[in-house]
């Protein structure tokens, strides 16, 4: 209530609903009512407005005055200059650049694929020493347990637009936030675990690794992928190595064992010499 009065009930303050074009300029409260104003690229050009309009976008790109909150766009028309078949011959040469450009793009793209499956064929066979030896990722590796290490290349705004992008709802992301307050890593940790619950094992690598790039975040995408292969190269070579341990362990053990069934013939071959000596 915002006067004097002898009233037994205050009046409900006025609500700025955003699908009507409003925006809060100024909160509520016990003396003084909310003030609205017309959202970004709305206007309302009437003293008492009950929603904003949605501004007019010109469809030649050409403005003269920009919309604001209480007047519309006013669009400039194109000179009359250019016939029609210049502007014919300028649409033309567009697209004939833009198919250009397009396969220009795909035959680099595939001679940067041959090359990559070819650094991948030499890093398994180890067949040149100066190639890439890191082993390639398998498509279903499994992510679960790199998770801080993802994590930690982006930052929390970044993989909310992740998990947004793989359509995380918002209640979600806020419960998760706020159940991890004030500690960013193990927010991050959780929203990354929550989209990978959803997805599963199956393609998750492929789909982050395409997603980030999609994204606009190549050089987040590139270092995650350069941590994943060096992981997974450090781990293959581990299991080797045990395999290694493994075998040789097995070899001396039956050796050892040859060694005593050797050993205990010979005795029975000369019991008086061993009792002898």
């Known amino acids: 209530m915002d006067h004097i009065n002898s009233l037994d009930e205050c009046m409900r303050c006025r609500s700025c609903d955003i699908e009507l074009g409003w925006e809060v300029v100024k909160n509520c409260t016990p003396t003084e009512n909310a003030e609205c104003s017309c959202a970004k690229n709305h206007f309302c050009n009437s003293s008492h407005c009950d929603h904003c309009e949605t501004c007019t976008v010109c469809e030649n790109g050409l403005v003269e005055k920009e919309c604001t909150s209480t007047s519309d766009t006013v669009c400039r028309m194109q000179e009359a200059g250019m016939p029609a078949w210049g502007t014919a011959i300028i649409v033309i040469f567009v697209l004939v650049l833009a198919v250009a450009s397009g396969l220009i793009f795909y035959r680099k793209r595939k001679r940067k694929n041959f090359t990559t499956q070819n650094n991948k064929v030499v890093a398994v066979t180890g067949r040149d020493s100066s190639c890439e030896t890191l082993i390639p990722i398998p498509t279903d590796v499994d992510l679960s347990r790199h998770v801080p290490d993802i994590v930690r290349e982006m930052t929390l705004d970044q993989v909310k637009t992740f998990v947004r992008y793989h359509q995380l709802s918002e209640p979600t ?11 960013t890593s193990e927010q991050k940790i959780k929203l990354f675990q929550k989209w990978y619950q959803r997805h599963g094992i199956k393609g998750a690598y492929e789909t982050l690794i395409n ?17 994943l292969k060096a992981a997974v190269s450090s781990h293959q070579e581990r299991r080797e190595s045990y395999n290694d341990k493994t075998e040789q362990s097995n070899t001396c053990s039956q050796e050892g ?11 029975k071959t000369y019991p008086e010499s061993l009792e002898e000596t």
């Open 211 to 227: 997603s980030l790039r999609d994204l606009k975040m190549r050089a987040v995408a590139d270092k995650i992928e350069e941590k």
């Open 257 to 267: 064992g040859k060694s005593y069934h050797n050993n205990s013939e010979i005795s």
């Open 173 to 183: 992301i806020d419960e998760i936030i706020l159940d991890n307050c004030n500690n």
